[in-house]
């Protein structure tokens, strides 16, 4: 909805732009108050939106320079020492810091190889199925684990994996095999966790694909079909350019959080055996940030992640303008 | 015409959006607020309390009116009643906080001219959260109970002091001669409350010290027609028996020797009877008295994680243990899934715990065991580091003149009023007197007395603030009763017994300042060792010595060096 309202914004802005980009700056401003006035409803409607975002998103950003500082409660921050990087020194000084990136980066683009392609095979097998009933029931089986929080899913995945009695260990055990501790062996912890990942994420992310598939036209399909193109022809050559720029989207989106490795999820999950394969940035900085009372180191590690990701963002787009051709803005 | 309608339909669209936005945002000021100018004295509580709870507008409009008109006036007249806000543990956390309408805030408010607001914070983690998001807005309470999820109150208090965020409570002491002589009596624990030679904590008496011991399922061993261990080696046959020869007789293969989960630094305190076997339990090596330094340092450390690492490749431990939380953990003791355990007495013994377990196993039964002996005889049971309560004043409540009326309260707390009533509640309501000055609750409303759910919440402040281990305490806390098929279980043996062992006197540990880089050397120490107890990583001379090199390289021995000196300047090392 507020992505549809923004796009038709600056859709207006440009066309501003364009018309009248040889007058003078006051004639501008003129012209722009006059544009904001046609379209006021437009913009009364985005401005719920525009204010969440100045509330919660940019009026916040002041507060981020105790990242550059020595955050003391009672000096507040406007009061509180400047110290430069070494908050961020403190993060990349870490004997951590390699093996941190490594596993955050590790897990979110197995999240992005791996959990997008099924999304998008599972959105075209739904699409591709003729039966509405069978298409409901499968949708909301694949939708029911993403409203289940981390913690009921940790309980869930211990009662199947735990080596003393969960199920898995039960049936490994009853073909005459050896109890396999998944959630505390390194070797396993990763993909447990990728796995439950694309467990409960798949069928919700499905939403976004079966929506750009519905948007083409069945005009397509059927000219195809009487041109004699197989099912996977049609599905090649008008299904998947059809959602093309959703991928590119999406993936675009998701590169610029390549460095968020799902703190709730390992948070549940892992315990000492294997920090070497699931400690990720936000795990670390929780507990050296948040239970050690560093508030700064917390905070410029944030600012760090957050200037990745913009950077990403800004060279993926440009990457996706000129291999796919389109991108996203 | 129909356009018009269209405009005006949009209109009134979006202002119903904008109005839904803002509701969503504002606060709910304007109701409670509202009768604030009515009453004097409710005008300085209005700021700290209406947007939180509406505790002290409830208690400080009508109620008091109707039962005594004269009071409130005079008080009014003299001198404002001073707001406190306390923030405690709960001493039961399945239960909520005292009501508005509860006695003891109109008792606090009559005669000792104090509007008091007791809120209970979270426990571990998420209360030490709590506490640091209010410290960061420098919104912390006037008197609070100091939290740690790493169990070290002392920790957050000097974290909290370094901050600027509390006010010295030296002034304070001789206000409350009465509170002095129950519970901050000990100058020795009292310098676990001391900064630089400043009283800033009120150290109370520790909540029944060495409370937590090795037991094992008595009814087990019958059947297999074992005798109890004395040493490691025995325990560990047994254990291997208990895990091979099905001991419940249910003739499945599904039970394991030993039990447990980490609690602590390295495999944690639960597993240091073990450790102590090697004469090596927890993280600081106290042997010699003008000397401290790592446990990990002594030879026998290795040995001990070796024959821990013997538990886990024989499979007689569950092997659950290293993700398992504390309340997975009694589920499985309560289902009989393993006999040989590291169990609190109360989490053991007491009838809501113990009644699970009784109806599974009507035949079952836990005995204590004495601290195993290791290979060279030594045993001890665990490092005693008795976690005292920690009180703390903010500096803000010292700043604003509060400090006279926490010591009033303080002391209250410590007057038989005080002490009864937030201890036990109302007598002849939730508690009597029997003729020997025993607590009893024969002939009183079931649904109203000392135990039941209901009157919990009456006496939330009890195991925190007002109780000090009497003889008359333990007796009604913990009562003998009788199991499904007649036996007596008597609570107070499992403590008695457990404190009986040898333990290693820790409680002056708490004054070590954590390392500078506490999240890195925990995640180096406690990885490393479990890595080396699980087998994940082999154990031999090699092995350990780049371990012992690597915890070096992240400032160990600089840790070791603070550590004494912080033990020489509070006194407690020469």
């Known amino acids: ?329 | 015409m129909n356009k018009r309608l269209n405009e005006i339909f949009k209109v009134a669209l979006v202002v119903l959006a904008l109005a839904v936005v803002l509701t969503a945002c504002a606060p709910a000021a304007t109701p409670t607020s509202a009768p604030v100018p009515t009453k004097a004295p409710a005008a300085t509580s209005a700021p700290t309390t209406a947007s939180s709870q509406p505790v002290a507008a409830a208690t400080t409009a009508p109620t008091v009116v109707p039962t005594k008109a004269s009071v409130p006036p005079t008080t009014v007249a003299t001198e404002k009643p001073v707001d406190l806000e306390l923030w405690a543990q709960p001493s039961v956390t399945e239960q909520g906080p005292p009501p508005a309408d509860w006695i003891a805030y109109k008792i606090v408010r009559e005669k000792l001219n104090i509007n008091l607001k007791v809120v209970l914070t979270p426990t571990g983690a998420d209360g030490e959260a709590k506490y640091n998001a209010a410290a960061a807005a420098n919104s912390l309470p006037d008197i609070m109970q100091m939290v740690s999820a790493s169990q070290d109150n002392r920790g957050t208090m000097v974290r909290l002091q370094k901050l600027g965020l509390l006010g010295p409570v030296t002034t304070l002491l001789p206000l409350m001669p009465e509170r002095v002589k129950t519970h901050y009596d000990d100058p020795q624990r009292m310098k676990m409350g001391q900064v630089g030679g400043v009283q800033y904590g009120l150290v109370e008496p520790p909540p029944i010290p060495k409370r937590e011991g090795y037991v094992i399922r008595k009814d087990w061993l019958d059947k297999l027609g074992l005798k109890p261990p004395t040493t490691l080696d025995e325990m560990f046959e047994i254990a291997k028996a208990f895990t091979e020869k099905d001991p419940d007789g249910n003739g499945k293969n599904d039970t394991y020797g030993v039990g447990g989960f980490i609690n602590g630094v390295g495999l944690g305190d639960r597993f240091d009877f073990i450790m102590g076997g090697y004469d090596v339990p927890g993280l600081w090596d106290l042997r010699d008295p003008g000397k401290i330094q790592l446990n990990v340092r002594d030879p026998n450390y290795p040995k001990a994680l070796a024959f821990f690492n013997k538990l886990v490749t024989a499979k007689v431990i569950d092997p659950d243990w290293p993700t398992l939380k504390r309340d997975d953990f009694r589920a499985k003791w309560k289902q009989g899934k393993f006999g040989i355990m590291w169990e609190d007495f109360s989490a053991l013994a007491s009838p809501s715990n113990y009644v699970t377990f009784d109806k599974n196993f009507p035949d079952g039964e836990f005995v204590a065991l004495p601290a195993p002996k290791g290979p060279d005889g030594k045993a001890w049971y665990r490092v005693d580091t008795s976690l005292s309560t920690i009180w703390a004043v903010s500096k803000k409540a010292i700043d604003a003149g509060k400090g006279p009326a926490i010591a009033r309260f303080l002391e209250w707390t410590a007057t038989k009023e005080g002490y009864y009533l937030l201890g036990f509640g109302e007598e002849g309501k939730q508690y009597k007197f029997d003729k020997d000055g025993n607590i009893v609750f024969d002939g009183l409303d079931p649904k109203q007395v000392w135990t039941a759910p209901e009157s919990q919440m009456y006496t939330q402040l009890r195991n925190n603030l007002i109780f000090t281990n009497t003889p008359q305490e333990l007796k009604v806390r913990y009562p003998a009763y009788t199991s499904v098929k007649g036996r007596t279980v008597d609570q107070v043996q499992f403590l008695k017994f457990f404190q009986s062992q040898p333990w290693v006197a820790g409680a002056h540990l708490q004054v070590i300042n954590p390392h500078p880089k506490a999240a890195d050397f925990n995640r180096y120490y406690n990885e490393n060792i479990i890595q080396f107890a699980l087998g994940q990583k082999p154990l031999n001379d090699q092995t350990w010595a780049d371990f012992l090199k690597g915890l070096d390289g992240i400032g160990a021995k600089d840790w070791e060096t603070n550590a004494k000196k912080d033990l020489t300047d509070a006194g407690f090392m020469k």
């Open chain 1, 1 to 329: 909805m507020s992505q549809f309202m923004s796009a038709a914004t600056t859709r207006v802005g440009r066309a501003q732009r364009s018309a009248h980009s040889s007058g003078g700056f006051s004639k501008r401003v003129r012209q722009l108050g006059l544009a904001m006035w046609k379209h006021r409803w437009i913009y009364l409607i985005t401005a719920p939106t525009l204010l969440y975002y100045l509330v919660f998103k940019y009026i916040p950003l002041y507060n981020a320079q105790i990242a550059f500082k020595e955050f003391q409660p009672l000096l507040g921050i406007e009061g509180s020492p400047w110290v430069g990087l070494q908050n961020l020194e403190g993060f990349l000084n870490s004997i951590y810091f390699g093996q941190l990136m490594t596993n955050t980066i590790f897990f979110s683009g197995a999240r992005l190889v791996l959990g997008m392609p099924i999304a998008i095979v599972l959105a075209l097998m739904l699409h591709e199925t003729r039966f509405a009933f069978f298409r409901n029931v499968v949708q909301t089986i694949t939708y029911l684990p993403h409203f289940l929080s981390w913690v009921i899913m940790f309980g869930i995945l211990l009662m199947l994996l735990s080596p003393s009695d969960g199920l898995v260990n039960e049936i490994i055990k009853s073909f005459g095999g050896e109890p396999i501790a998944f959630l505390t062996t390194p070797n396993w912890f990763r993909q447990i966790v990728i796995g439950s990942d694309i467990w409960k994420e798949t069928g919700w992310s499905t939403i976004l694909y079966l929506a750009a598939l519905l948007s083409i036209s069945p005009e397509l399909y059927e000219a195809a079909a009487v041109d004699g193109a197989s099912r996977l022809q049609r599905i090649w050559n008008i299904s998947l350019p059809g959602i093309l720029p959703v991928i590119v989207l999406v993936t675009l989106l998701r590169l610029g959080n390549i460095l968020q490795g799902g703190f709730t999820q390992i948070f549940v999950l892992y315990s000492l055996p294997v920090y070497s394969v699931g400690d990720i940035i936000d795990t670390w900085v929780y507990r050296s940030g948040i239970l050690d009372f560093q508030f700064s180191l917390a905070t410029a590690v944030g600012l760090f992640k957050g200037v990745i990701g913009l950077t990403l963002i800004m060279v993926s787009n440009q990457l996706a303008k000129r291999f796919a051709g389109r991108n996203l803005y």
